[in-house]
């Protein structure tokens, strides 16, 4: 199943930054979420140029995109699947992108006014009643609230979604697509081919191959800048941490309450219900009647003194909530699936309800909290606020705490190791280290993969130290230790590379030649069957594909998809060379192009095509903007998701 999310990836990842900001008010179908619990700061979560975009608008578009997720692949998705599939890089993509085209539209001088936000507002079907008409003032804004909102920071939203709309629209009327093209994509969605295919392994032949000493030195010689060895780089640094620094802040009670006093918008809740619930579902080896019965039965458990949470724990097939007893937090109206909702906020702490039924099977719920709506006390809200102002002042800290140190480097030439190490270590939250040698495509340990550190250490002149490159464990500044220049090594030192790439390529050799041979026997009286059993192959039925499809456990291999294409039912294919294998294939069906029916979908075919294009357009402009605009991650929120620094999404 993980595989189809990967897949269905290519194409949502895409399309999943420009809607995520569209999505209007929308149900949370889960029962905890995978949105870590605990501290929600309200602070900066990445800045994109001058703009930022908040923990709060972060956290409400990651949800948007896992109850999307939910609805469409149902239980099959889970919060472990979100992690796999990268789901918060995914997010924080869409969001920088989002933002991107909205500093653009600002760019081009767009603007957007009262009526045009009003009008968008009421045309959302959220906001009308069973006849259509607005459902009013009081409903609109306790709807809002109860979705974290205010008019005033929705009509925001609204008003950037219309302002990017306006900078799409203008790029699609820049875009032309000529007929050929569009007959091009009909021919590629339409023209398909089925086939049948052996696989030979070349290993098969590992026994007739030898490889000896004038081979190896012919094929190295023959293939030198294959084995060429990079410039590779050795660096020195200094790094700050603002998780070291914040050991050593203090934030007093009056800034908490000054903070609190002037961002008490970001402390209003909606009415809020604290619950935990059991889990029975309804399928194949359990009827409805049987769940509702089950739960009737663990209901008496609990009313003659068994614990809640050590029964759900055990019993509850909700896979989210069981590890923490079915506990479910504090939820809002709008987050759960409306007959769940009902019966919660209709219920009293301390009460039991159900067996209640739902489309996810039979709930037996314990209210344990009620909170009414309105402003959250100082008290309640002391612990984050602590945390957002220490997280805050520790980044920035560091930050100036590098920039200054950068200076003092180059004030006095600092540059050798032993005074960077003797410089760090007199500096609060700072430390020293150096890397092993690393190529511009390697993986730096604890760094990560082409990450703006490696970028600086290869842009950086061995006699200067860097400015402060930003990382996810803070601010580091480089100094060029070694550097190793680009070189072709001696045979001695890649031959177990040269050896292993000959064996493969003789062994290839030979299998192809056995296959081609094999081709010519094959005709009425010797059959691709006989041929599968004379080899011991099994023969593989991967089902139609077209030019833009893959073709079974091959995967998309474009050779093999264009001769298939190329060739008519009966007819055999090949032998093709893959990496360590040759394959023979027979075509067993083929569906042609049709004039007419293309003339028929022409229409549908040119806007798929217009669409494809703005796509492009928009992920060219994008990729341009972040090289001119900074983008920076929040080392927390990378932390929190348990984002690794190799896929930290790329500061551009």
Not at 145 to 154: A, D, L, M, Q
């Amino acid at each position: 199943m993980l595989k189809v999310f990967r897949e269905k990836m290519k194409y949502l990842a895409w399309i999943l930054w420009l809607v995520i900001l569209v999505f209007i008010l929308f149900v949370f179908v889960d029962f905890g979420g995978t949105v870590p619990t605990g501290s929600s700061p309200s602070g900066t979560a990445v800045t994109v140029g001058k703009d930022t975009i908040t923990f709060p608008e972060f956290e409400r578009a990651y949800r948007q995109a896992e109850s999307f997720y939910k609805t469409t692949y149902g239980e099959q998705f889970s919060g472990e699947t979100a992690r796999q599939i990268g789901l918060p890089v995914q997010v924080l993509e869409g969001l920088v992108n989002d933002r991107i085209l909205l500093l653009e539209a600002e760019q081009m001088g767009f603007d957007v006014t009262d009526q045009e936000i009003r009008t968008a507002i009421l045309e959302q079907p959220t906001f009308k009643d069973q006849d259509g008409a607005f459902i009013g003032e009081d409903s609109y804004r306790s709807l809002l609230r109860s979705n974290g909102y205010t008019p005033e920071s929705w009509e925001e939203v609204i008003r950037r979604r219309l302002l990017t709309d306006k900078t799409r629209f203008v790029l699609a009327e820049a875009i032309y697509v000529p007929d050929s093209d569009v007959e091009e994509s009909w021919r590629n969605r339409t023209e398909k081919a089925t086939i049948k295919f052996i696989e030979l392994p070349a290993e098969r032949y590992s026994d007739q191959v030898f490889v000896d000493t004038e081979e190896l030195q012919a094929y190295f010689t023959a293939h030198q800048e294959d084995f060429r060895v990079a410039e590779r780089r050795r660096v020195d640094y200094i790094l700050v941490e603002p998780a070291q620094l914040r050991l050593d802040l203090v934030i007093d009670s009056r800034e908490i309450r000054d903070f609190y006093s002037s961002h008490e918008e970001d402390y209003s809740q909606g009415e809020q219900v604290k619950a935990r619930h059991i889990l029975l579902k309804v399928n194949d080896q359990r009827t409805a009647e049987e769940a509702s019965a089950q739960l009737l039965a663990i209901r008496g458990r609990i009313e003659s003194g068994e614990a809640f949470e050590a029964l759900a724990s055990e019993l509850t097939e909700d896979p989210v909530s069981k590890h923490k007893g079915g506990d479910l937090g504090y939820f809002g109206r709008g987050r759960m699936i409306r007959k769940f909702e009902e019966a919660a906020f209709g219920a009293s702490p301390g009460d039991l309800v159900g067996p209640l039924e739902t489309d996810f099977g039979f709930h037996l719920i314990e209210v344990l909290d009620h909170r009414p709506a309105g402003l959250r006390s100082l008290e309640e809200t002391t612990p984050e606020i602590r945390e957002q102002l220490l997280t805050e002042r520790s980044i920035t800290l560091a930050e100036s705490t590098a920039a200054e140190l950068v200076d003092r480097l180059r004030r006095e030439n600092i540059r050798a190791a032993e005074e960077l190490s003797k410089i760090a270590e007199d500096q609060t939250g700072a430390s020293f280290q150096t890397t092993d040698f690393f190529a511009r495509e390697d993986n730096i340990p604890g760094i990560g993969r082409a990450t703006a550190f490696t970028v600086a250490a290869f842009d950086l002149p061995p006699e200067e130290v860097s400015e402060p490159i930003r990382l996810a464990q803070g601010w580091a500044i480089l100094h060029i230790e070694e550097i190793q220049a680009p070189r072709i090594p001696e045979l001695d030192e890649v031959r177990a590379q040269v050896e292993r790439e000959v064996t493969t390529r003789k062994q290839l050799e030979l299998a192809i030649a056995q296959l081609d041979t094999d081709r010519g026997t094959l005709g009425a009286d010797f059959t691709f069957q006989d041929l599968a059993e004379v080899l011991e192959l099994e023969i593989e039925e991967p089902g139609e594909f077209g030019r833009q499809g893959s073709v079974g456990s091959l995967g998309r291999d474009s050779e093999l998809i264009e001769k298939a294409l190329a060739l008519e039912i009966g007819q055999f294919g090949g032998p093709l060379e893959r990496d360590q294998s040759a394959i023979l294939f027979e075509v067993v069906d083929r569906k042609y192009f049709d004039r007419a029916d293309y003339e028929t979908n022409r229409a549908g075919t040119l806007a798929a095509v217009e669409s494809q294009r703005l796509n492009e357009l928009l992920a060219s402009l994008i990729a341009q903007r972040r090289k001119t605009l900074k983008v920076t991650y929040d080392p927390q929120l990378l932390k929190r998701f348990e984002i690794p620094t190799t896929e930290t999404p790329s500061a551009g």
